[in-house]
């Protein structure tokens, strides 16, 4: 369960990101978020991994309450939520198998656990037999695999996708939504901003809308307005 | 079982921590190596002026014990007179040990050290056996007490008792003084050395570490978003620090050993000097200098990147 209640996030004193903003979801929900640039879609889930900290209003994601969330906490709420980005952030030293990988290192996951688990959610993804390829040996839609294969391995029970399709032709756009649905289906909550109007038509998912830092709707089975 | 299953966790992580400062060094290699030589000068020179101040200092007692002033007694002096300047001496606490020498003990020294010199124990013959006199030889605590003892000697009511006074032999003293103003400037320009060399030290890997932070700038952004803990973050630049400590300190070790043998060995047929290389050469010197050396390498090392990391690593601010 993600709750969002009067949150408000400024920069400086005049420049308001987000203006008490209210949103629930369920558990295991696919929600879209749309709006333009600059509207305050990605500061919102900047909030949620708390890359940025609200100015005022409540965040409770779980039973995990912002306000009481020390710094020591943050990398402990970050391991239960799986990210992507639009510039996937893949560590370029690593092939695709040691990306994936590197999210269960830092949890403490054994070389055995690791060998277990990895394969299985490239399998996923639809990147298995690539486990050796570079980040620069990938096209951008397989690179957005290997993002998002990272962001499940630990399988959060949230997963935040900021504008993953951003920077992929509209097949390859369209194959990581697939992937996205797949998780979802598996009991993934997902949280997913897009520019794109096809995808949001096609989805018919729930579609909140963002202007000027407000949510202006909030459809159940929404469309690109 | 949860317990057993996070301490596994924690040896996993410190593992992969170990490895990846490792590799990290591996990665900034010219940096690393600058890094290490200035250590190894810094960390040489402080192991060597130690195995110097351990030297001299040595010499300096050694040759100290066998100086000794010589309170040269009166021919006509009474036993009951004598006793009196005997227990003045042995009441001053500067006084380490008195020996008397009688007229005969001294004849029969003075025969034996000249024994080779057969004119000048004819001569000694021709003014009289009795004609070198009794005196009391008393050793001092300290170099720099040879003057107080001098000075009871020197007394008024010893007038009729002491004949002359002569504060050892004045070559050996004089080397012993020129031995101990030696060793306070060895260990004055030592510790500035070692000073300038550490500070040399520090601002390099300072700034080794803080090009690597630069680097891998980007890679830091997405460890911490992915939930790495700071310390997951922050381990492997403490660990290539502490690396650069390990083999500058080692090397430095070795180095200095190297010397101390090949100098050593040439000089520890003096008396001066054969104690001093027998301890500094036992095992148990070796191994307390090698990992004393090493420490202070690895400190070093902790403390220049941690200014790094708290500068520049930003860690406070998720």
């Given at each position: 369960m993600i709750l969002l209640d009067r949150v408000t996030k400024q920069y400086g004193k005049d420049a308001s990101a987000l203006e008490r903003i209210s949103l629930h979801v369920e558990p295991e929900e696919f929600v879209i978020i749309i709006g333009s640039s600059g509207a305050g879609k990605s500061t919102l889930l900047k909030l949620l991994t708390r890359e940025e900290k609200q100015t005022s209003g409540k965040i409770v994601i779980g039973n995990i309450d912002y306000d009481k969330l020390r710094d020591k906490d943050i990398p402990l709420l970050r391991r239960r939520i799986g990210v992507v980005f639009q510039d996937f952030k893949l560590l370029p030293n690593k092939n695709v198998f040691?990306?994936?990988?590197?999210?269960?290192?830092?949890?403490?996951?054994?070389?055995?656990?690791?060998?277990?688990?990895?394969?299985?959610?490239?399998?996923?993804?639809?990147?298995?037999?690539?486990?050796?390829?570079?980040?620069?040996?990938?096209?951008?839609?397989?690179?957005?695999?290997?993002?998002?294969?990272?962001a499940i391995v630990r399988q959060p029970k949230i997963l935040i996708a900021d504008?993953?399709?951003?920077?992929?032709?509209?097949?390859?756009?369209?194959?990581?939504?697939?992937?996205?649905?797949?998780?979802?289906?598996?009991?993934?909550?997902?949280?997913?901003?897009?520019?794109?109007?096809?995808?949001?038509?096609?989805?018919?998912?729930?579609?909140?809308?963002?202007?000027?830092g407000k949510i202006i709707s909030d459809k159940a089975h929404g469309e690109y307005s | 079982m949860q317990k057993d299953r996070s301490i596994k966790r924690q040896l996993i992580t410190f593992n992969r921590l170990f490895i990846t400062g490792v590799t990290n060094l591996f990665r900034n290699a010219w940096l690393s190596v600058a890094a290490m030589a200035v250590m190894f000068v810094a960390l040489g020179i402080l192991l060597f002026s130690v195995v110097l101040n351990i030297t001299t200092g040595n010499a300096i007692t050694e040759l100290s014990r066998s100086l000794k002033v010589s309170i040269y007694l009166e021919d006509t002096v009474a036993d009951a007179d004598r006793f009196v300047l005997q227990e003045a001496l042995a009441a001053s606490e500067y006084t380490a040990d008195i020996e008397y020498v009688s007229k005969d003990d001294a004849q029969a020294r003075f025969t034996e050290s000249f024994q080779n010199d057969q004119e000048l124990i004819e001569g000694l013959q021709l003014v009289g056996d009795d004609s070198l006199p009794a005196s009391y030889e008393v050793s001092a605590t300290s170099l720099d007490d040879f003057n107080e003892i001098e000075e009871i000697a020197l007394r008024s009511d010893f007038d009729g008792t002491v004949e002359?006074?002569?504060?050892?032999?004045?070559?050996?003293?004089?080397?012993?003084?020129?031995?101990?103003?030696?060793?306070?400037?060895?260990?004055?320009?030592?510790?500035?050395?070692?000073?300038?060399?550490?500070?040399?030290?520090?601002?390099?890997?300072?700034?080794?570490?803080?090009?690597?932070?630069?680097?891998?700038?980007?890679?830091?952004?997405?460890?911490?978003?992915?939930?790495?803990?700071?310390?997951y973050i922050r381990g492997p630049f403490l660990v290539e620090a502490s690396i650069y400590g390990v083999i500058a300190g080692v090397l430095a070790t070795i180095t200095v050993y190297a010397i101390v043998v090949s100098v050593g060995s040439g000089l520890a047929s003096q008396a001066e000097f054969q104690e001093t290389y027998e301890l500094l050469t036992a095992p148990l010197s070796v191994v307390i200098a090698g990992v004393v050396t090493v420490l202070a390498g690895i400190v070093v090392g902790i403390f220049s990147s941690s200014l790094a990391i708290s500068k520049y690593l930003r860690l406070k601010h998720w």
């Open positions: 040691e990306n994936v990988a590197f999210a269960l290192e830092i949890v403490g996951h054994s070389n055995k656990e690791i060998k277990h688990t990895v394969p299985r959610v490239l399998k996923v993804v639809g990147l298995d037999g690539k486990e050796k390829r570079m980040p620069p040996e990938l096209s951008g839609g397989e690179c957005q695999r290997v993002a998002i294969a990272r504008e993953p399709t951003g920077n992929l032709d509209p097949k390859h756009a369209w194959d990581i939504i697939k992937i996205l649905e797949k998780i979802n289906r598996y009991g993934t909550t997902v949280l997913l901003t897009t520019h794109n109007q096809e995808i949001v038509n096609k989805l018919k998912r729930r579609v909140v809308t963002i202007s000027d | 002359s006074i002569t504060l050892g032999r004045t070559d050996a003293r004089r080397t012993i003084e020129r031995a101990a103003s030696a060793q306070q400037f060895i260990t004055t320009s030592s510790v500035f050395a070692v000073l300038v060399f550490t500070i040399i030290s520090v601002l390099i890997i300072f700034n080794t570490i803080r090009i690597a932070i630069f680097t891998r700038s980007e890679e830091i952004k997405n460890m911490k978003l992915i939930g790495a803990t700071p310390w």
